[in-house]
């Protein structure tokens, strides 16, 4: 009789879809979905995203439990539940066997308070004065009371008001900026407040010439007036060249306060001198609709207040928000030619603003100022080719994209710039460059890292996702977003309907390519900084919400349906047929999941009975599952390292496949497997 054996496999490296069976890493990926490979190792369940308008999260606001006794009626809910004599009140969530748990509370309940309900008489004594965030004893209520909870603030949020798809969301400092369609005429640009989406300050704009100050133009703050009893406060002045001319200055000042006046060839006048005369009538800065937002927030001089966020998106001017004065300006590279200035992308390199134009150009300011674009004094206009896709600020040189090429800027100024072909064959689909380490981005051939482009030339080396080509080619000419995660070494991007591809690094190395599917529709993506340092990514699509990924473990209050297949093991020999008894899992969870576990064999021939099989064939990035004979496990606990299922299987070669849904477990990681087995026969002709 031959004894039993163990194999340990180390789960990671993530989707291998083209590496031959006998030589693919053990630990590897048949299949993937909403699995992320896990910085530290092992595969884990991707986190969820929440609807945002700055207003209480969903998943950060606070629920409360108070211990009840002596129910009678029938309490109603989401009604206010009022404690008597203390007065405290708060909205009821969820209604448990000896409990009460209640979110918005105002006031302190007190032990034996009559907790009453405001559409029913029935009440219920406090038992204790316990009054805070609730760690239920119980992992399942823990998860069913936050998940109440969630869904009463979650309803609270609304859509960005408008028409048609998000156009744009970035986070700049402790406010996050969101652009959408109004009407078919006027995109609005709102900022998130604590009560909800904020329309943006209209401000105006007002173009004139003949500037006749001998001395500096009115500096901004400065209250205006057109000699006919309207005024407006002076925001921006942008002049045409390098700076005021007496009797000759042209360019565009941006006011607030503006009510009436300030037509064609009215004076603008500070406290008494003549500073300008209007060319244009005075005209509310809008939006026009059916751009795609591209950000970046810089501050170009040393002043705290002058940190400011700027964004293009190939329909309107570049625009400048002063987060201060809640002001939106735009930004003029060419005055005399306002119809074509219309960039699409925008990138800060060397105290810098570069813009890139859908026409083949790239543009840059005069150093220090976004509004002065004088050749004169260092702008300089860049034929690319071919439609501007991206750009990225890398440390020492300043990446341009096009579809078909990709090039590099280095120099600080116009006196020594130098503008080289980075690589002749190798370019960008738009909005999937992205900076980790290096310059990643989308090309017809794949996943492209730019170092390795510089280091190996236009060839085949370049591109980091051989392992899952066969996805890149299905999904490249449908990507639409982009985005990092810092915290986890992650690089996403993702297709309009919600699917992404996922690359993690360890310290420069890749270490495995997931996907995702958030069942969603996804036009824009950005990832910033927030005032407290926290990495803060947003998308939006069509649904006119704006979400916050890496928030709770649900996609918005959906089930989060992930599943993993794991590559065929043939632990010691391809020609040895092993009878597999039990295989022990490491599973890392806080708090509580579900995951539902089979087992196939020998490369999935129907001529070995599977463990508790699954009905329908797995065949690719779309395949159906049933989980009707499944064996589940339930993951309880910080680290739980003895879960386990029991085999029944003989076969050469042995695959795992893991299946969870669920709209409130929490987020587990799968660090790697202990296979009980014993030897059997050596394959004969047939199995």
């Not at 918005?104 to 405001?118: K, V």
């Not at 735009?330 to 200035?341: E, F």
């Not at 051939?445 to 080396?461: K, P």
Request: charged share 20%.
């Amino acid at each position: 009789m031959r004894s039993k054996k163990t194999e340990t496999i180390i789960f990671g490296g993530g989707l291998d879809l083209v590496t031959p069976a006998l030589k693919v890493e053990p630990g590897k990926l048949l299949q993937i979905k909403n699995y992320e490979c896990d910085l530290n190792g092992g595969y884990k369940v991707a986190a969820g995203f929440e609807r945002f308008d700055g207003s209480a999260s969903p998943t950060g606001s606070s629920f409360f439990a108070i211990a009840t006794s002596a129910f009678s009626g029938t309490y109603q809910l989401l009604e206010t539940v009022t404690g008597t004599p203390s007065g405290a009140t708060g909205i009821l969530t969820t209604i448990g066997d000896e409990a009460l748990y209640l979110v918005t509370i105002t006031g302190t309940f007190a032990l034996g308070d009559t907790l009453t309900g405001g559409t029913s008489t029935a009440t219920s004594t406090a038992e204790s004065t316990t009054f805070e965030n609730v760690t239920a004893s119980e992992s399942e209520v823990l998860n069913d009371v936050r998940f109440d909870k969630e869904i009463y603030f979650r309803d609270l949020i609304p859509q960005v008001p408008g028409i048609n798809a998000i156009r744009g969301v970035f986070r700049h400092e402790d406010i996050t900026l969101v652009v959408r369609d109004f009407d078919g005429v006027e995109a609005r640009m709102y900022k998130s407040t604590p009560t909800g989406w904020s329309q943006v300050t209209a401000s105006h704009i007002i173009f004139f010439d003949t500037a006749v100050l001998s001395s500096a133009f009115p500096l901004p703050g400065t209250l205006l007036n057109d000699n006919n009893g309207n005024t407006a406060t002076l925001h921006r002045v942008s002049f045409e060249i390098g700076t005021h001319v007496a009797g000759a200055g042209k360019g565009f000042i941006v006011v607030t306060g503006y009510t009436a006046g300030f037509l064609v060839g009215d004076p603008i006048r500070d406290v008494a001198a003549v500073a300008a005369t209007t060319t244009e009538d005075a005209a509310a800065v809008t939006l026009k609709p059916g751009g795609k937002n591209e950000w970046r927030s810089h501050n170009f001089t040393g002043a705290l207040e002058f940190y400011r966020l700027y964004t293009t998106d190939g329909v309107n001017p570049a625009m400048e928000y002063d987060p201060t004065a809640d002001v939106l300006t735009p930004i003029y590279s060419d005055q005399l030619n306002r119809a074509a200035d219309i960039p699409t992308f925008v990138e800060i390199y060397k105290n810098q603003l570069f813009i890139g134009f859908a026409r083949g150009l790239m543009r840059n300011s005069e150093p220090g100022d976004p509004f002065l674009w004088d050749a004169a004094l260092g702008t300089v206009e860049f034929a690319v080719g071919a439609e501007v896709t991206g750009f990225d600020a890398a440390p020492n040189s300043l990446i341009v994209a096009t579809k078909r090429t990709t090039r590099a800027l280095k120099g600080s100024t116009a006196e020594d710039f130098v503008f080289d072909v980075a690589s002749s064959k190798t370019g960008a689909t738009a909005y999937t460059m992205q900076h980790i380490g290096t310059t990643y981005m989308v090309d017809d051939r794949g996943i492209i890292e730019l170092s390795r482009v510089q280091a190996f030339g236009d060839f085949e080396n370049a591109t980091v996702s051989r392992a899952i080509q066969p996805i890149i080619r299905q999904l490249r000419r449908q990507l639409v977003a982009s985005t990092i995660n810092l915290s986890n070494n992650i690089y996403k991007v993702f297709t309009a309907d919600g699917r992404g591809i996922a690359l993690t690094f360890q310290e420069g190395d890749i270490t495995g390519y997931a996907l995702y599917d958030y069942n969603v529709n996804i036009n824009v993506m950005s990832n910033a900084e927030d005032e407290n340092g926290d990495e803060r990514i947003f998308f939006g699509g069509d649904s006119g919400f704006v979400y916050e990924q890496e928030r709770g473990v649900s996609f918005d209050g959906q089930n989060k349906e992930a599943w993993l297949r794991t590559v065929f093991q043939y632990i010691g020999s391809q020609t040895l047929r092993k009878r597999f008894y039990r295989a022990f899992f490491d599973v890392e969870v806080s708090g509580r999941a579900n995951v539902s576990i089979t087992a196939e064999y020998t490369n999935g021939t129907p001529d070995v009975q599977p463990t508790d099989a699954i009905i329908d064939t797995l065949t690719g990035f779309d395949s159906a599952w049933d989980q009707g004979l499944w064996d589940s496990a339930l993951f309880d606990a910080t680290v739980v390292s003895d879960a386990y299922i029991d085999l029944t299987g003989t076969g050469d070669s042995i695959s795992l496949i893991f299946y969870s849904t669920s709209d409130r477990d929490d987020v587990f990681t799968l660090k790697d497997v202990v296979y009980h087995y014993k030897p059997r026969r050596l394959l004969r002709n047939s199995r």
